[in-house]
């Protein structure tokens, strides 16, 4: 007698649980319904986010990047000439640079543990870039564009990858194709 007793036991947990389940399952709408619901509004929230982000990264109301155009920021490289018309090869080379050391930190046009190069050229001076490329440690330190971005990206300081000049002006040659 106590075998059976312990399957029907067994048995109306199962049916209980089958219940449960499909009782939170049937709210009243489809899955599809729900999805085609929520994903625009999840979508937006992310979009703003995102906007948000970028007005932090080129400084909306923040004093430190309101001069970023006068900003050679702290290093080694003080003049940076750029042809009018990007150096594809050079580009190239850069581009396997920047996958080899810079995408572990950055998206190139996300947000990421640090910022997208995209569009850097609209929010930095090219010698600000190879800078912060060359010279992280000090620019966090001395530059106040670093240091802010260093509080708006949680306290990540970007890593030094030891590049050289020839290496960085590969990768800022990158980022104008971006």
Same mark, same amino acid.
């Given at each position: 007698?106590? #075998?059976?007793?312990?399957?029907?036991?067994?048995?109306?947990?199962?049916?209980l649980?089958?219940?449960?389940?499909?009782?939170?399952?049937?709210?009243?709408?489809?899955?599809?319904?729900?999805?085609?619901?929520?994903?625009?509004?999840?979508?937006? *929230? *992310?979009?703003?986010?995102?906007?948000? *982000?970028?007005?932090?990264?080129?400084?909306?109301?923040?004093? $430190?990047?309101?001069? =970023?155009?006068?900003?050679?920021?702290?290093? #080694?490289?003080?003049?940076?000439?750029?042809?009018?018309?990007?150096?594809?090869?050079?580009a190239?080379?850069? /581009?396997?640079?920047?996958? $080899?050391?810079?995408? /572990?930190?950055?998206?190139?046009?996300?947000? @990421?543990?640090?910022?997208? #190069?995209?569009?850097?050229?609209?929010?930095?001076?090219?010698? =600000?870039?190879?800078?912060?490329?060359?010279?992280?440690?000090?620019?966090?330190?001395?530059?106040?564009?670093?240091?802010?971005?260093?509080?708006?990206?949680?306290l990540?300081?970007?890593?030094?990858?030891?590049?050289?000049?020839?290496?960085?002006?590969?990768?800022?040659?990158? @980022?104008?194709?971006?």
């Amino acid at each position: 007698m106590k #075998p059976m007793i312990k399957t029907l036991k067994i048995h109306l947990m199962l049916l209980l649980l089958a219940g449960y389940l499909f009782n939170g399952c049937s709210s009243g709408t489809k899955p599809e319904d729900t999805a085609t619901k929520e994903t625009p509004k999840k979508e937006v *929230e *992310e979009e703003e986010e995102e906007k948000d *982000e970028e007005k932090k990264e080129e400084g909306s109301g923040n004093e $430190a990047f309101e001069h =970023w155009k006068e900003n050679k920021g702290v290093g #080694p490289v003080k003049s940076v000439t750029l042809a009018s018309t990007v150096d594809q090869a050079m580009a190239d080379a850069g /581009s396997q640079i920047y996958k $080899a050391k810079c995408t /572990s930190c950055h998206k190139p046009d996300k947000r @990421f543990i640090g910022p997208a #190069p995209k569009g850097i050229f609209e929010r930095r001076t090219p010698e =600000w870039i190879m800078n912060m490329i060359l010279n992280p440690e000090v620019m966090v330190k001395e530059d106040p564009i670093a240091k802010q971005l260093l509080m708006d990206f949680n306290l990540s300081p970007m890593a030094n990858q030891n590049l050289t000049e020839d290496e960085a002006r590969k990768v800022l040659e990158y @980022f104008r194709t971006l």
